[in-house]
C-alpha cells in the first residue's frame, strides 16, 4: 500500500448469475494473527462459477447478508505486506506467497481436535466451521487480500504468480489425487488422466514430472488438444487417446504391453467414464475419482473384487489432504537458505533456482518429525508389581568397596520359584537399562538418565531367581579397558590397591572375583567383559554375537556389541547364559539364534564334570601368534602354557596352531571400532531393528563443547579418529568388516581341527592406575591390553577368560596379580553348536 491507502478495487458478486462488478471497496483490517498479502494474480475456478451462478444458494452464509455483494477467487498468490504482531509461520513482508483457501480453525470442534491429535497444530481445512475464501469470506479478486498463516505457503521465487494461483485449489486438488493414485508404484509405471480440462492439464504435466508413463484420454478434440499443450516436451503425454474411439480400449492396453494401468485419475463426472475407467486397470490397480457424478454411480463390482482394484474418491481442494509444496505447521522454524545452511557442512550446494523448493521439503519433514515426536514410545513395559526397585540410591561411603565399585544401589528380589539363579546375587554394568535406576555410563559430560524399560537380560535374570544389589560402574562411555576413566571414580584391583581392575566392566569384575557379588552382566565391545576379568581373576565369557539379545544396552558398535557373565566358576557363567541366551523377538544382532531356553550348558556341563575329570580326545589348539607376540609378558606366557600342559596331563590333545591372521584382528577392529564407534557417540547409528532408548538419546544429544570437553581422552579419542577416517579413507570401514569376515574364516577353519583355541587373555596382568595429566598419560597403562581379545569382537567367536594362576607386575615383581587363559570353543556357524 502507498501512504495512508484504506481503499481498493475489487470485483464483487452483487446478483447470482450476473457478471462481477468492479467497486471501490475498504482494504480489509487485519487481525494479530493474519497476514496482509498484495495480490498479483488469482485464479478463476469451477466452484467460482457455481457461486456465481447461484447454485449454492444460501448454503454460503455470506449469501444470507441483505447486501449480497463479497469478493470471489479461493487461487491467489502474491506478496505479504505486513505481518500481524502475533502471526505465527515466520512470515515476513516481501514473502513471496500462495494463499489456499481456508482459514480460522475454531479448535473445538471434531475436525479440529482430530487434526491436532496428528499434525500437533489446528488445521482450518479440517475444521468443521471453517471459512473459506470467495464463500464464508472475501477471497481474492481484489488488490489485497487477508490471510490466515496457517493456510499459506511460500512460493519458488522461479514460479510466476500467474503460474503459482491455479495451483493453490486446482493444482493442489490434481496432486492430492495424483498421491493417492500412485502410493507404492514407480516412476515409469503407466498411469491415464481421464478428462483434459484445468484439472487434467495440470494432472498430465505433474504425472510426467513424476516420472509416470502417463496417457491423456479425452473424447474432446480441444481436451486432446490441451493434453499437448505443455511448457516443454519432458512433460508431453507419451499416449493420447480419444476415450469415444472404438479401439481406446486396446490402445491402452497395448500401451501397456495387455497389462493395464497402474492407475487412473479421473477428472470428468460423465457415468459412462468412470465405469468404463475401471477396465482399464491392471490387477491390483489404483483409480482415483475427482469426478464423482451427481446421479448414482454404478460400477461393476466384479472388476473390483476379482482384480483386486481400488478405488478412491478424491474432491477439490476443500476436501483432501494433500497440498502443493505440503503444508507446513504455522510455527514451523525451517527459514529460507537452512538448504544452503546444511550442505556447507559438507561442501556441497544446490542449484539457486531449487533452494526454496528444497527449503519447503525439509520443512515438510520437520513437521513429519515433530508429528513422530509427539507419539508415545513403543518399549517393552517393565513388571514393577512382580519385581519393584526398593531404595534406589547413590551408594553410601560405608557402601562403597574397592574406590568406587558401585554405581546406583538398589535391591530387586527375583523370581521366589525362578530356576537356575535362584539365590544368586547380581550387579549390572552401568550401561544396561533398569527401569527407574539412573545410569551414568561411567560419564559425567550429561546428567544421569533414568529408563522406563527393563532390557531383556535384566527380565531373564530375575525370572531366574537372581536378586539384583545394584548398578556396578563402567568405564567411560564403556570406551576404556583401564579402571581410572569413570567420571563416577576409580575402580581399584580386588587383589591390589593402585593396580588397575581392567575395563570397561571394571566394577562388575571386582565386586564378583572379591566374592561380594556372585554374577555380574557385563558388555564386550573389545574385550570389556574378559580384560576385568583377566585382571581381577574371575571367570568372563563372551558369547556368540547375537547368542544374548542386546536389547536395553546401550550400543557401541551393533558388530562389536556382546553381552554375557562374569562370575566365579565356569558352572555359574554357564548357569546365567542358560537364563540370558536367546532371542527376544526385538534385537536383530540375535536374529538367528534360537528361542529362549533352548540350551542347558549348565546341564551339560554337570554331566561332563559326573562322567569324567578327563579330557581325552579333546584337542586343544595353543595359537602361536596369540603368545609370541613381543608385548606378551613372559611370566603371563609361563602361566598359560602351564595351565595347557595341566590339560595334557589330563587327556586332551595339546598342538601348536599358527593363524596369522590374528595378527590384523587388532587393526581391523580399531578402523571399524573408530568409525562406527563415533557415529554411535554423534547419535548416528543406524540401520538396525533394535530397541531406540529414547531417553538416553535425548538425554547425550546434542554435542556441545562444553559436553565434549568432559569426555574422558579414549571417547574422545574415539571421535577424532572417526571423523578424520570417515572423510580420509571413504570405503575403509566396509574394507575393514570384509576382513574381518576372513579373520572369522581362517578361526573357523582352525576350528574344524581344534575343539577350542587358546592363548593368553591380556598380555600382561594388571598395570598401575594412569595420570591424567594427558591423553598420553591417560592411554599408556592400557596400550595392548586388547591384542588377544578385541579381534573375536570382530569374528563375533565365543571367548571365554579363565583364571589360570597368578604372575609378578611389570613394576613390581612382588606383586603377584591373576593371569588369564582365554578359550575361545566351537564354531560360530551356528548358535546351537558347541559352546
Not at 401 to 409: I, L, M, S, T
Not at 739 to 746: K, L, N, V, Y
Request: proline content about 6%.
Amino acid at each position: 500500500m502507498e501512504g495512508n491507502q484504506s481503499k481498493m478495487k475489487a470485483a464483487q458478486v452483487v446478483e447470482f448469475g450476473k457478471p462481477y462488478q468492479l467497486n471501490t471497496v475498504a482494504i480489509p483490517d487485519v487481525k494479530d494473527d493474519e497476514l496482509l498479502v498484495k495480490i498479483h494474480a488469482a485464479g478463476f475456478c469451477h466452484s467460482d462459477l457455481q457461486v456465481l451462478s447461484g447454485q449454492f444458494g444460501t448454503k454460503l452464509p455470506i449469501a444470507t447478508c441483505a447486501d449480497l455483494s463479497w469478493i470471489p477467487s479461493h487461487e491467489p498468490a502474491g506478496i505479504v505486506i505486513r505481518v500481524g504482531r502475533n502471526c505465527s509461520g515466520g512470515f515476513k513482508v516481501g514473502d513471496r506467497v500462495g494463499v489456499l483457501n481456508f482459514k480460522k480453525a475454531c479448535t473445538q470442534c471434531s475436525g479440529c481436535r482430530l487434526s491436532k491429535r496428528e499434525n500437533k497444530y489446528y488445521e482450518p481445512r479440517y475444521c468443521d466451521v471453517r471459512e473459506t475464501a470467495g464463500f464464508q469470506h472475501d477471497g481474492a479478486f481484489a488488490e489485497y487480500m487477508t490471510a490466515d498463516p496457517a493456510t499459506t505457503v511460500l512460493l519458488p521465487s522461479s514460479l510466476p504468480f500467474e503460474q503459482a494461483a491455479p495451483l493453490m485449489c486446482a493444482g493442489a486438488t490434481v496432486w492430492g489425487a495424483l498421491e493417492k493414485a500412485t502410493t507404492g508404484l514407480s516412476p515409469g509405471d503407466a498411469i491415464a488422466i481421464i478428462g483434459i480440462g484445468g484439472l487434467g492439464h495440470l494432472g498430465v504435466q505433474f504425472a510426467k514430472a513424476m516420472g509416470y508413463r502417463t496417457v491423456a484420454i479425452d473424447n474432446r478434440a480441444e481436451g486432446r488438444q490441451l493434453a499437448t499443450e505443455v511448457p516443454s516436451s519432458e512433460l508431453q503425454p507419451d499416449l493420447v487417446v480419444d476415450s469415444a474411439a472404438s479401439d481406446a480400449s486396446d490402445q491402452i492396453f497395448r500401451f501397456t504391453n495387455g497389462e493395464g494401468l497402474a492407475a487412473a485419475v479421473v477428472c470428468t463426472d460423465s457415468l459412462e467414464v468412470n465405469a468404463w475407467a475401471l477396465h482399464l486397470l491392471r490387477i491390483a490397480g489404483t483409480l482415483v475419482l475427482l469426478g464423482l457424478p451427481p446421479e448414482r454411480w454404478m460400477f461393476d463390482s466384479d472388476v473390483i473384487v476379482f482384480r483386486e482394484l481400488l478405488y478412491r474418491i478424491s474432491g477439490s481442494y476443500a476436501n483432501i489432504m494433500s497440498v502443493f509444496f505440503k503444508d507446513v505447521s504455522p510455527d514451523n522454524p525451517v527459514k529460507k537458505g537452512r538448504t544452503e545452511e546444511l550442505l556447507k557442512r559438507i561442501g556441497c550446494t544446490v542449484d539457486p533456482k531449487h533452494a526454496d523448493d528444497y527449503d519447503n521439503l525439509l520443512a515438510a519433514v520437520h513437521d513429519c518429525a515433530e508429528y513422530i515426536s509427539s507419539l508415545p514410545d513403543y518399549q517393552p513395559a517393565p513388571d514393577l508389581k512382580a519385581y519393584p526397585r526398593d531404595n534406589i540410591h547413590r551408594p553410601s561411603e560405608k557402601e562403597q568397596v574397592f574406590g568406587a565399585a558401585w554405581a546406583h544401589k538398589v535391591l530387586i528380589k527375583g523370581k521366589a520359584t525362578g530356576c537356575g539363579l535362584r539365590g544368586k546375587t547380581a550387579c549390572i554394568k552401568d550401561c544396561i537399562a533398569i527401569a527407574g535406576v539412573p545410569q551414568f555410563y561411567g560419564s559425567d559430560a550429561f546428567p544421569a538418565w533414568t529408563p522406563t524399560t527393563d532390557a531383556t537380560v535384566i527380565t531373564r535374570i530375575l525370572e531366574a531367581g537372581a536378586d539384583i544389589q545394584g548398578t556396578a560402574v563402567c568405564e567411560n562411555f564403556c570406551n576404556s579397558t583401564s579402571s581410572f576413566t569413570s567420571a563416577q571414580g576409580t575402580v581399584e584391583n580386588p587383589h591390589r590397591e593402585g593396580y588397575s581392575a581392567g575395563g570397561s566392566t571394571s566394577g562388575g569384575a571386582a565386586l564378583v572375583s572379591s566374592g561380594l557379588i556372585d554374577i555380574a552382566i557385563g558388555t564386550d565391545q573389545g574385550g570389556s567383559i574378559r580384560v576385568p576379568s583377566s585382571l581381577c581373576g574371575c571367570v568372563g565369557f563372551k558369547p556368540t554375537h547375537g547368542l544374548v539379545p542386546y536389547t536395553g544396552i546401550t550400543s557401541g558398535d551393533a558388530i562389536d556389541d556382546h553381552a554375557g557373565p562374569l562370575a566365579r566358576s565356569v558352572l555359574q557363567a554357564a548357569e546365567c547364559l542358560d537364563a540370558i541366551a536367546g532371542y527376544d523377538g526385538i534385537d536383530d544382532r540375535s536374529v538367528g539364534a534360537a528361542a529362549h531356553g533352548s540350551w542347558k550348558f549348565a546341564e551339560s556341563l554337570r554331566i561332563g564334570i559326573g562322567s569324567s575329570t578327563r579330557l581325552d580326545g579333546i584337542k586343544v589348539g595353543m595359537v602361536t601368534e596369540g603368545f609370541e607376540q613381543s608385548i606378551v609378558q613372559t611370566e603371563v606366557r609361563e602361566v598359560v602354557r602351564a595351565a595347557a600342559q595341566r590339560l595334557k596331563e589330563l587327556g586332551a590333545i595339546v598342538e601348536e596352531v599358527s593363524i596369522p591372521l590374528h595378527l590384523e584382528g587388532p587393526a581391523i577392529w580399531t578402523i571399524q571400532q573408530r568409525i562406527s564407534g563415533a557415529a554411535g557417540i554423534l547419535g548416528q547409528a543406524h540401520g538396525r531393528r533394535v530397541l531406540g532408548l529414547t531417553e538416553f538419546e535425548q538425554a547425550r544429544l546434542p554435542w556441545t563443547a562444553e559436553n565434549f570437553s568432559k569426555l574422558f581422552p579414549s571417547t574422545q579419542n574415539t571421535v577424532i579418529n572417526g571423523l578424520y577416517l570417515s572423510e580420509t579413507f571413504p570405503g575403509l570401514y566396509g574394507k575393514s568388516v570384509n576382513i574381518g569376515r576372513q579373520i572369522r574364516d581362517a578361526y573357523e577353519n582352525s576350528l574344524k581341527t581344534f575343539d577350542v583355541l587358546v592363548m593368553p587373555t591380556t598380555p600382561y596382568v594388571a598395570p598401575k592406575h594412569g595420570s591424567r595429566e594427558s591423553p598420553r598419560t591417560c592411554f599408556e597403562p592400557s596400550i595392548g591390553l586388547t591384542t588377544n581379545t578385541a579381534v573375536f569382537n570382530v569374528t563375533g567367536h565365543p571367548a571365554m577368560s579363565l583364571p589360570v594362576g597368578f604372575a609378578p607386575a611389570k613394576d613390581d615383581t612382588a606383586v603377584y596379580l591373576p593371569s588369564i587363559m582365554p578359550k575361545v570353543p566351537g564354531s560360530i556357524t551356528n548358535h546351537s553348536g558347541r559352546r
